[in-house]
C-alpha cells in the first residue's frame, strides 16, 4: 500500500499542498513515503544521503518542517526527546515494541469503542491516539542498545 509511490504521484502531491519541489524536499518525502518505520531525522539522513550526498541534518530537519506545515507528514513522538516522522498522516494509532523499538501502523478502526465521552467535564476531546505498548513478534526482534536510543549531539 505504502510502496507504490512513483515520482509524478509524489511530485503531484506535493504541488497540490502549493510546494515548490526541491530536490531535498522530494527526497525527503519519498523516503517516508518509502517506508513504515517513523525514522528519526538522522535515519532519514542517513539513507537520503546515498542518493543525495549534499544533504546534513539542518537540510533534512527544514524539509520535513516544510512537509509537516502543508500536512504531508506527521510528527511522532512516542518516546521522551525522540521525534519521529510518519508520512501517514491519515488517523492512527501505534504499537512500540518495548524490546526492540519497532513502532507499528494500527488501523484507526482496531478501537472503536474508546469512550471519549467519560473524560471529567468540561474537557472536551478533539483527537486522541492509542499507543499500545508490548512486544512484537518480528524475527529479528532484539533488545536496543543504550547508545542507539540517545539522541546524536552534532
Ligand atoms: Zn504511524
Ligand atoms: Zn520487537
Not at 469503542?113 to 508490548?134: C, F, M, T, W
Amino acid at each position: 500500500m505504502k510502496n507504490n509511490h512513483n515520482t509524478t504521484s509524489i511530485k503531484r502531491q506535493m504541488q497540490s499542498k502549493g510546494l515548490r519541489i526541491t530536490p531535498q524536499r522530494f527526497a525527503v518525502y519519498a523516503n517516508l513515503l518509502s517506508r513504515s518505520d517513523h525514522p528519526t531525522v538522522e535515519e532519514i539522513l542517513s539513507e537520503v544521503n546515498r542518493e543525495l550526498p549534499i544533504s546534513s541534518k539542518a537540510t533534512i530537519y527544514t524539509a520535513l518542517t516544510v512537509l509537516r506545515e502543508v500536512g504531508l507528514v506527521k510528527e511522532v513522538l512516542l518516546e521522551e526527546g525522540v521525534t519521529r516522522y510518519d508520512a501517514n498522516v491519515q488517523p492512527h494509532h501505534h504499537f512500540c515494541c518495548q524490546n526492540c523499538g519497532t513502532i507499528i501502523d494500527i488501523e484507526w478502526e482496531t478501537f472503536t469503542n474508546l469512550r471519549l465521552d467519560n473524560l471529567p467535564p468540561g474537557l472536551h476531546a478533539e483527537s486522541y491516539e492509542v499507543i499500545v505498548k508490548g512486544q512484537c513478534d518480528r524475527q529479528d526482534c532484539q533488545p536496543l542498545r543504550e547508545s542507539q536510543n540517545s539522541i546524536v549531539e552534532s
